[in-house]
C-alpha cells in the first residue's frame, strides 16, 4: 500500500451497511470500507456488488474489510491482498449483533442462491 491518497484514516465509515442497499431496499452478504472515502458497499458475493461499483466509478482503489475480527485491505487496482494496514477512523465494522448476511428483515430465505461465486 504505497499510494497515500488511497487511504485518509480521519474519515469515518458512511454507515453501519451498504449504503445502496439501504437505499434500495436490498441485501447484502459481507461489507467492505472505501480507505480513502468512508463508503461502505457489499462484496463481491453480494448481488449488487456495490463496493467494486463504488471504486470503478471514483477511482478509490483500496478497501478494507467492515466485518467483526478482520483487517484486511484490498487493493482493486492491483489485484492484491493486504493483511492488514493502517488503523482508520472508528468504528472498525459494522455492530457485532448485526448479521451476515443483512441485514435483519431483507434477507431472503433462498440467500445462498443469489451470491456470486
Known amino acids: 500500500m504505497t499510494d497515500a491518497d488511497a ?14 442497499c ?3 431496499g436490498g441485501w447484502w452478504f459481507h461489507l467492505r470500507r472505501c480507505a480513502a472515502c468512508g463508503h461502505i458497499g457489499c462484496c463481491d458475493s453480494s ?14 482503489p483500496l478497501v478494507r474489510s467492515f466485518e467483526p475480527g478482520e483487517e484486511w485491505f ?3 487496482d492491483n489485484d492484491e491482498l493486504y493483511e ?6 472508528p468504528p472498525a465494522s459494522h455492530p457485532t449483533d448485526q ?3 443483512g441485514p ?8 445462498a442462491r443469489s451470491l456470486h461465486r
Open 74 to 76: 484490498w487493493d482493486y
Open 99 to 101: 448479521p451476515a448476511p
Open 84 to 89: 492488514s494496514g493502517p488503523d482508520l477512523a
Open 7 to 20: 487511504i485518509d484514516p480521519s474519515v469515518p465509515p458512511s454507515g453501519t451497511g451498504c449504503a445502496e
Open 104 to 111: 435483519a428483515g431483507r434477507v431472503p430465505a433462498d440467500w
Open 22 to 24: 439501504h437505499a434500495t
Open 47 to 60: 448481488p449488487a456488488q456495490h463496493a467494486t461499483a463504488h471504486w470503478k466509478a471514483t477511482g478509490h
